[in-house]
């Protein structure tokens, strides 16, 4: 079954930094692009870091550019977020997601990670 599983989330002082891991098993990430997404209580999902297959364009949301940045490691299946200078409005859950080559939907999600930063 495949698996998306996200790790590294936690509860950090602004200013803090983390790095959230996104672990893939029956799953090939290199076949993919990905996606990491946030969503906070009582707001929707959005989109925050993407990076193509193989880390050539990364893209991020124009909130967390300067201070997120996204990676992969294709031999180790994984994708990570580094994320520094995080503020309390950056609380949120983090997943992350696998695009279809297809569609170009996200369409594979891990199950998030809690990433909570106090003031």
């Known amino acids: 079954q495949v698996q998306l599983v996200e790790s590294g989330g936690g509860l950090v002082q602004a200013g803090g930094s983390l790095r959230l891991s996104c672990a893939a098993s029956?799953?090939?990430?290199?076949?993919?692009?990905m996606g990491w997404f946030r969503q906070a209580p009582g707001k929707e999902r959005e989109l925050v870091a993407a990076?193509?297959?193989?880390?050539?364009?990364?893209n991020y949301a124009d909130s967390v550019k300067g201070r997120y940045t996204n990676s992969r490691d294709n031999a180790k299946n994984t994708v990570y977020l580094q994320m520094n200078s995080l503020k309390p409005e950056n609380t949120a859950v983090y997943y992350c997601?696998?695009?279809?080559?297809?569609?170009?939907?996200?369409?594979?999600w891990g199950q998030g990670t809690q990433v909570t930063v106090s003031s």
């Open positions: 990076i193509s297959r193989f880390g050539g364009v990364r």
């Open positions: 029956e799953l090939t990430v290199s076949s993919y692009a």
């Open positions: 997601a696998t695009r279809s080559p297809a569609s170009y939907e996200y369409d594979r």
